[in-house]
């Protein structure tokens, strides 16, 4: 691949029916000379009931992305859809209430309460908001996800894979248009990922679970349906069905094409 070479899509993932959505999307952090642009006019739609990662390098725009389209953030210009609302000009109060009903998040770091069992974890933002547990729902999601004979464990009893999918459990029982997942795997050694990414990646093929994660681990991302990669604040290409080799190819072109900017 040349200059600016960037991995290609072989068959470009129609944009009807998205999950959710940015148009012409920017993010300016701090103003004059000391500007940072960490999106540069984004425009991208995410597929409804796949799983879809997000790569690029350190500072490259990944998390300003995520947390822009997932209402974390605010974009400076642009427009954010997410399930046939435009979340973009919704105030904090519209946001809050669409990231506690709508959006699911998982991260890194577990979050899990120690002192509560991964039963009590997992229904914790339903019971807070004081909405009725779905029995059919959480069943599915615990046998999707493997957790059935977990349930009366606490955090401390599970390992680093066990619990973060209790975590994705907590994001999934509530049904949400989209679940947000920020390097889910970054805590885990690649077996404890596989097995995360597997039933997350089940979630999405079984329950038709729409997913979005960011991740630097190619292996995770060879879980994705799609991998978008990310540039200087712009989408640079995107591979479909890749395998972690296509990924890693991916990877060292936008690196070079990096340096070659650089000299
Ligand atoms: N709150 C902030 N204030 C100022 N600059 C910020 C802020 N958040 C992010 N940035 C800058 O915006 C750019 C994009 O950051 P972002 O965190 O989105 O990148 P990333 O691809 O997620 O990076 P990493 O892989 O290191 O997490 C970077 O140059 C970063 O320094």
Redesign the pocket.
């Known amino acids: 691949m040349g200059r600016h070479a960037a991995p290609v899509s072989t068959s470009p993932e129609p944009a009807d029916d998205p999950i959710a959505s940015a148009r012409a999307l920017t993010?300016v952090?701090?103003a004059g000379a000391t500007a940072?642009h960490?999106?540069r006019g984004v425009d991208v739609d995410l597929g409804r009931g796949r799983l879809t990662a997000i790569m690029?390098?350190?500072?490259?725009?990944?998390?300003?992305?995520?947390?822009c389209m997932a209402g974390l953030d605010t974009p400076t210009s642009g427009t954010v859809e997410v399930d046939g609302q435009v979340i973009s000009s919704m105030s904090q109060r519209q946001l809050t209430n669409l990231r506690r009903t709508r959006i699911g998040f998982v991260f890194q770091a577990y979050n899990l309460v120690p002192t509560l069992t991964a039963a009590e974890n997992i229904t914790l933002p339903l019971d807070i908001a004081r909405t009725p547990v779905d029995r059919e729902r959480f069943d599915t999601v615990i046998s999707t996800l493997g957790l059935g004979d977990r349930l009366t464990h606490r955090p401390a009893e599970l390992s680093g894979g066990q619990q973060q999918r209790v975590a994705c459990a907590r994001a999934l029982v509530a049904k949400p248009s989209i679940v947000f997942a920020d390097?889910p795997t970054g805590n885990l050694d690649s077996k404890a990922a596989g097995e995360v990414l597997g039933f997350l990646r089940r979630s999405v093929d079984d329950l038709g679970q729409s997913v979005v994660m960011?991740t630097?681990d190619p292996r995770s991302a060879s879980y994705a349906h799609r991998v978008i990669f990310?540039a200087d604040?712009a989408i640079v290409g995107e591979l479909h069905d890749p395998a972690e080799a296509d990924i890693l190819e991916a990877l060292a072109a936008l690196g070079e094409a990096r340096e070659q900017d650089a000299s």
């Open positions: 993010k952090y701090g940072v960490a999106l690029g390098p350190s500072g490259s725009g990944k998390s300003t992305l995520m947390h390097e960011v630097h990310l604040g």
